[in-house]
């Protein structure tokens, strides 16, 4: 970790007050909102499959992007292609604010709404998973038209950069490089942790935000679908949710199945599919209170070489890495690190 950060000209991660611990690291986007300008992305709308389990409807089906120019009257470097995570849209502050850094950085940026995010919720049917790849091969592919034959990279948040892995790993040249943060590789080791008591509060507001996107689908939700949400209050966990909603509508015959296949690590770990992959980072911090770090740890272990870079800051809790020298919309220190990463790889 010292050598890259080295390279790249960037101190290693040091909390700052007030936000100590992995709680406030992980709160501090909803407890100090980001000033952020006006978003003015011009609405892009992508090509999108259909997940097997999802009712067909009329037409084609969409996903929304927002396409925000690099800062300055700069020809960009390249089109990075930024994924929120669960339950987040294109609107969420911290995916804004990465993307207000690679801009100042001379990036294009496409903020993707994946399947159900506001505001794209009403031009497809149905929600996301780990792996969409139904849905994110098509888009990525037209991504990669908007790109103008520059370099196609991508950029993910938690879920957003498993989803980025995923398609990465089936679909090997689709991107030029790969930046993930928090991002979860072991989806069953995830769904336990997040289900440990002193995360219930995490798990509920989670829960509350995926039952609103399903029920808010304007093209409907089934009978036993609403069911399996409304009844006695709502799923009480993820893997609930999970098991009565993401893994039918991806085609998986259970919700072990789903996070067994929908987790990238094993593959990670093969050689043959772990070359294939485009340049990749990985930034995982050891105190996540959402995502273990033992998948990755396991990662950095049998992988680490110059085309799969892994860092492990002992602190920065989930999607937080809010650090000292920090200053506004610069971004916090993941979102330089990921800015000065990918500017490596189009201008080295």
Not at 25 to 40: A, I
Request: aromatic share 4%; net charge positive.
């Amino acid at each position: 970790m010292p050598e890259l950060l080295g390279h790249l000209e960037l101190q290693p991660f040091r909390e700052r007050l007030p936000w100590r611990g992995a709680d406030l690291q992980t709160l501090r986007d909803s407890l100090r909102p980001v000033r952020l300008p006006p978003d003015q992305g011009r609405p892009v709308e992508l090509n999108a499959g259909r997940p097997p389990g999802v009712k067909a409807v009329p037409g084609p089906e969409r996903l929304l992007a927002l396409l925000d120019p690099p800062l300055g009257s700069t020809d960009p470097l390249a089109l990075v292609v930024l994924l929120h995570g669960l339950g987040g849209s294109s609107a969420r502050e911290g995916l804004r604010r990465l993307g207000w850094a690679l801009q100042g950085a001379g990036f294009a940026v496409l903020r993707l709404n994946l399947r159900g995010a506001d505001p794209g919720r009403h031009l497809a049917p149905g929600t996301y998973a780990a792996n969409s790849n139904a849905d994110l091969l098509p888009a990525l592919a037209q991504a990669r038209q908007l790109a103008a034959g520059r370099p196609l990279l991508g950029a993910g948040l938690s879920l957003g950069g498993t989803q980025l892995l995923n398609a990465s790993l089936a679909a090997p040249g689709l991107l030029d490089g790969l930046a993930c943060i928090s991002s979860p590789l072991d989806l069953g080791g995830c769904s336990a942790q997040i289900e440990r008591p002193r995360n219930a509060v995490y798990q509920r507001w989670l829960l509350r935000r995926l039952v609103c996107q399903t029920l808010a689908d304007p093209f409907g939700v089934g009978a036993e679908e609403r069911q399996a949400l409304e009844a006695g209050g709502g799923p009480g966990t993820i893997r609930v949710f999970d098991a009565a909603i993401t893994a039918p509508r991806w085609g998986y015959s259970s919700v072990a199945q789903y996070y067994a296949e929908a987790s990238p690590l094993q593959r990670l770990l093969e050689p043959s599919r772990r070359t294939a992959l485009p340049p990749t980072l990985l930034v995982q911090a050891l105190d996540d209170p959402w995502v273990p770090a033992a998948a990755t740890a396991q990662v950095a272990e049998l992988a680490q070489g110059p085309g799969l870079e892994v860092l492990l800051p002992s602190r920065g809790g989930h999607n937080g890495f809010h650090c000292r020298g920090d200053r506004g919309l610069q971004g916090c220190w993941s979102d330089r690190l990921t800015a000065l990463w990918l500017s490596r790889l189009v201008q080295p």
